[in-house]
């Protein structure tokens, strides 16, 4: 999928809010912009009599074009899934048939202007498009205008996948005995990290206000509820669907209903969403009602990356235990229960990872067909070997033409090549479909309303069979297969800073709980404390966070721990300490306001003027409480010094911040006073050896001046 969906990003367009958001240009210095509003029909059958196309052509060049002309383009019957790639990626194709150029007024559109497009043309036997049967077609919306000092050329154009169930005018045509089941993941999840911080009794604080807005009546995930909902009058559809949610989603806007803070430059500032998120929530709640519903990792977590995470302890599986473990949250939230063991997971997926998510209990992965390798073509759910897991292949093809904004009529096209409107393999047996749209999907409500209705006239058809997909995952498997991720989805995935900065927050994390024990009197769990920093380094995690920097990602994981470990600390003394001897202890006011007990060890730091005369043992502080603790010091010299306390756990994770302590003394400690007199009696003894001994030298030298001096005549 991430080649083929590579190749979809290529494609040349550009976001629009209206039908298919989609701009394709010819050239590197986009002249023109073309936004469509409407395509009508989307699937042409034996009563379609016109094909309809709306939109605006915007001059988003330089200079003004003039002689603007719009043409519809029909290529010939697309017959393979190459032929399909390369339409969802702009490339040329052989025309089949084209209508004449009909001239956008005004005249001429000068630069930043608009002109609207509106084109009609008549589909039958008299028409310039005619389809010869049934399948899929590559139709392109192109658009010729002249740019002042230039000729005429081709400034845009936009490439559809139309479907044809039948030609217009002619006589139904017979289907396959064999249609292909069908089954659709709806995603209701994120499209961001929206969470700042959640702290165990403290108000919840999202980034911004744009997850309301994406609640609100038109907004992205009031829409895809609202378009599921609708769906539910027809019972094909309704079956056939199965909502994959995001528990953080679900977690979060659960917060939002009771109140949040949004942060901001000045400080946190109430949210104005809390009745909006209430209403999003009871809408969710009615449409889960007895449905299919399968978890997605929380927050839509990259996987592999928290496989990384403290890589080096393989019993530590407490991040992946909580990333799989949302149908929890989804059960009592929304009061139906998720699919056991059924996981859709994004990103890619390495063996480690493989491995770890079927010790968390999942039984079943929905993942992309292309990056399941079998010696057989994978056309249903496969055993993954070495593993006790099963594997239902979601369709590349189609997820890829469902990629990218508004881009519904090319994911119905993909549909209908599947379904066996290509011409390949007829009379053999049909795939079995798992169709996934984007995990963060961004269509429009009428979009997604058209696209479920579309799907609705596919099952009437026969041209798929509506499947629910416990049904798909009750057949057996058909094959075995392996997972077959190449560098390049690795490379794509999350970066190693990113996880090396998890792993680092994480360590001092457990290093924070290890120090904690329950308050008899408070109750509260330590793992309660802290849970908040392991749901922010899951997030860090995020497949949105794709892209951003380590600081970036980490950054409300690392607020989080901060938030937590400054509630114990020591405080800075309002005054000079003046200490009464040399030897007199310092004392140390410790404040604990976590609602957990915590050990604490106290550190003595830039202390120069001062020396702990033994270990200073660990002390408890209580829950909300507070404790003087009295450290045994001496001090080194006479006069003002400063020294830095601070406090750390037992295994040395830091607390708090440092308090620096203003000391004054007038005495040396009774052992600094020992020690000076020893080293000042050692001082005087070598000073007195070496007087001795130069007295002694000179001595012998006078002596050796006066001896008479025997010379040679004498001794003759």
Known sequence: MKRLAATVLSILFLALPALFGAVAQAQDQPRLRVDLDQLNPRVVTTTSTSITVTGRVTNVGDRPISKLGVRLQLGTRLQSEQQIGDVLAGGKFKDLAATEFVDLEPDKLEAGRSATLNLEVPLGQSSKLQFPKPGVYPLLVNVNGTPDFGGPERLAAVSLLMPVLGVPGKAPASRPPSAPSASLLWPISNSTVHVVSAPLGGPLTLADERLADELAT?????????????????????????????????????????????????????????????????QL??????????????????????????????????????????????????????????????????????????????KTVLTDSRRLQSDSPVSGGVSLEGTGLRAQPVDALVSAALNGSGSTQNGLGAIAFRAGLGGQGEGQERPRLLIAPPRHWAATGTELTTFLQRMGDFYAAGLV?????????????????????????????????????????????????????????????????????????????????????????????????????????????????????????????????????????????????????????????????????????????????????????????????????????????????????????????????????????????????TTPRVTEDAQV
Do not use: H
């Open 218 to 282: 038109g907004g992205r995930l009031d829409s895809l509820v609202a378009a599921a909902r609708a769906a539910e009058a027809d019972t094909k559809v309704s079956s056939s669907l199965c909502l994959a949610i995001d528990p953080d989603l679900v977690a979060t806007v659960d917060g939002m209903s009771r109140g949040y803070q949004v942060a901001t430059g000045g400080g946190p500032v109430p949210g104005k969403g809390a009745v909006t998120a209430k209403n999003w929530l009871g």
């Open 285 to 362: 709640k009615a449409l889960v009602a007895g449905r299919c519903v399968v978890t997605l990792p929380f927050a839509d977590a990259d996987l592999t990356a928290l496989t990384k995470v403290r890589a080096g302890d393989a019993t530590d599986t407490a991040l992946m235990a909580t990333a799989l473990g949302g149908a929890a949250t989804i059960k009592n939230l929304l009061g139906i229960q998720p699919q056991d063991g059924v996981l859709w997971p994004g990103g890619a997926l390495d063996s480690q990872t493989v491995e770890a998510i079927g010790k968390a209990g999942v």
């Open 465 to 705: 069979r509506s499947t629910p997909l416990p049904e798909l995952l009750g057949e057996g498997p058909s094959g075995t297969a392996s997972v077959n991720y190449d560098p390049q989805d690795l490379t794509a995935a999350t970066s190693g800073d990113i996880t090396a900065r998890m792993s680092q927050i994480d360590n001092e994390t457990l290093g924070l709980s290890s120090a904690m024990t329950m308050d008899a009197t408070k109750r509260v769990n330590p793992a309660d404390v802290i849970a908040p920093v392991r749901l922010a380094i899951i997030r860090a995690a995020s497949t949105s966070w794709r892209g951003a920097n380590a600081e970036l990602a980490t950054g409300n994981a690392r607020g989080d721990l901060e938030a937590i470990r400054s509630q114990v600390t020591v405080e800075r003394p309002k005054q000079t300490i003046a200490l009464a001897s040399g030897a007199s202890p310092l004392p140390a006011y410790i404040t604990n306001g976590l609602p957990v007990g915590i050990n604490v060890r106290t550190v003595l730091k830039n202390n120069v003027g001062l020396r702990a005369t033994e270990a200073v043992p660990e002390r408890t502080v209580p829950a909300n409480g507070a404790v003087n603790q009295l450290l045994p010091v001496e001090a080194l010299r006479a006069g003002r010094f400063s020294v830095d306390v601070s406090l750390t756990t037992p295994d040395g994770t830091r607390l708090g911040t440092d308090a620096r302590f203003e000391l004054t003394s007038t005495e040396y400690g009774a052992i600094t006073i020992i020690i000076t007199v020893t080293a000042a009696g050692a001082l005087l003894l070598l000073s007195s050896r070496r007087i001795y001994r130069r007295i002694k030298d000179s001595r012998t030298d006078r002596a050796g001046e």
